[in-house]
């Protein structure tokens, strides 16, 4: 639960402020340990637990998280511990009623002697990834969190680059096709059926286009609604078996992966994540076995990501991890297999695969860079050629009628 508080703090100053605690019993604890001098204390109906338990927690973008842990990174290498971190970098998120009652949450669990990973993994603001939590579980107790949060900070920050490059070149090529998408509708429904009722009254035989374009036209005007519920349903549907469903889920990114060039552009994204989360995860010390299981459970595609899961079975049993990719039914990249025999071979897996993850980035950013410069053309060909197959079939019968006069 979230408790709201007034009261005097440990300096005299008057405070109003919020505190998560089990009960009300719990919450007055805090407080005094804090030395808060209370005389308003009560549940906030506005943000309390329930309303984090239906959300499922906040859920933080990786922009900020990588920011965030850049700064603790940062005050921790310049000799501040985490505690008084936490507390510089909570009056700088005062405006976010979220991020805010997080690391208040964080601050009191930290007073009360819970390590920076306990503070984490205990408070129910917000949802942190679980390799994320790992890490700093792992190298707290190593001594190295401040170099591992500046490279989780790393890693956030260039895969929210990357996305934010993706969805900024698809807007234009997008738009330009829910633009289409209206002007071909607004063409077939009110512009083709004018045009047909000229036809009718002369009674003349139509060509085959132009009979196929009148029916699409009289269609989309009749059960024009009816089409786009339709497809909102079966968008919802597959949305829905996307997210809930293994199989299905399964089955289409498996058939991704057999698309030429966009296959091997989803294998490339998905092994450079595997890589470089394997790298900072085994620099956080964290053992093989579970920085392969925290890897794969960040991929996005369910074939790989369960190729990894599998493999990581057979590490247990005693077998390399190379060896174990390559006796999948699905076999990854061979030139990925190979790197991580040689890496074991010579005991420096967490140097190749940070090696492989920036080769693979890089491979894919220009890929990426060229289908987008190549998608915007393309687009336009496909919608030019739409309307020029309507306008050519509106005008085929007029000519026919010009000829034979």
Request: no cysteine; net charge positive; charged share 20%.
């Amino acid at each position: 639960m979230i408790f709201i508080y007034k009261g005097i703090d440990k300096n005299g100053k008057k405070i109003k402020e919020k505190i998560e605690a089990s009960s009300i019993e719990e919450a007055k604890k805090k407080l005094s340990s804090k030395g808060v001098i209370y005389n308003v204390l009560k549940e906030d109906s506005g943000l309390n637990f329930k309303n984090f338990s239906l959300k499922r927690e906040y859920k933080i973008d990786a922009k900020k998280l990588s920011s965030i842990s850049r700064e603790i990174s940062m005050y921790l290498k310049a000799g501040i511990t985490v505690v008084n971190a936490i507390k510089i970098i909570t009056n700088q998120y005062k405006n976010d009623k979220y991020l805010f009652l997080f690391f208040q949450t964080i601050n009191t669990l930290l007073d009360e002697g819970k390590t920076f990973y306990q503070a984490l993994d205990e408070q129910k603001i917000i949802k942190l990834p679980l390799f994320y939590k790992q890490s700093i579980r792992v190298s707290e107790t190593s001594g190295i969190l401040d170099s591992v949060l500046f490279e989780l900070a790393r890693f956030l920050k260039e895969q929210d680059r990357i996305n934010k490059q993706i969805q900024s070149a698809m807007a234009y090529p997008l738009f330009m096709l829910v633009i289409s998408f209206f002007m071909v509708g607004f063409m077939l429904s009110f512009v083709v059926p004018k045009i047909t009722s000229m036809f009718d009254q002369m009674h003349q035989k139509l060509p085959l286009i132009t009979r196929i374009v009148i029916t699409t036209g009289n269609v989309l005007k009749q059960d024009g609604i009816y089409i786009i519920i339709v497809l909102i349903i079966l968008i919802a549907i597959f949305s829905l078996l996307m997210k809930y469903n293994h199989t299905f889920r399964y089955t289409i990114h498996k058939f991704l992966l057999k698309l030429p060039f966009f296959g091997n552009l989803i294998e490339k994204t998905e092994l450079a994540r595997f890589s470089y989360m394997m790298s900072l995860l085994l620099k956080s010390g964290i053992p093989i076995v579970q920085a392969i299981n925290l890897s794969a459970n960040i991929l996005k595609n369910s074939v790989i990501k369960d190729i990894f899961l599998q493999a990581s079975t057979k590490v247990v049993e005693g077998k390399k991890l190379s060896s174990s990719l390559a006796t999948m039914p699905y076999v990854v990249n061979d030139s990925f297999i190979q790197a991580v025999a040689l890496a074991e071979e010579t005991s420096e897996v967490e140097e190749v695969m940070k090696n492989l993850s920036e080769l693979y980035f890089e491979e894919n950013h220009d890929k990426v860079t060229i289908l987008l410069s190549l998608l915007e053309p393309v687009l336009m060909l496909v919608v030019g050629g739409i309307i020029g197959f309507i306008v050519t079939a509106m005008l085929l019968p007029i000519f026919s009628m010009n000829i034979g006069n």
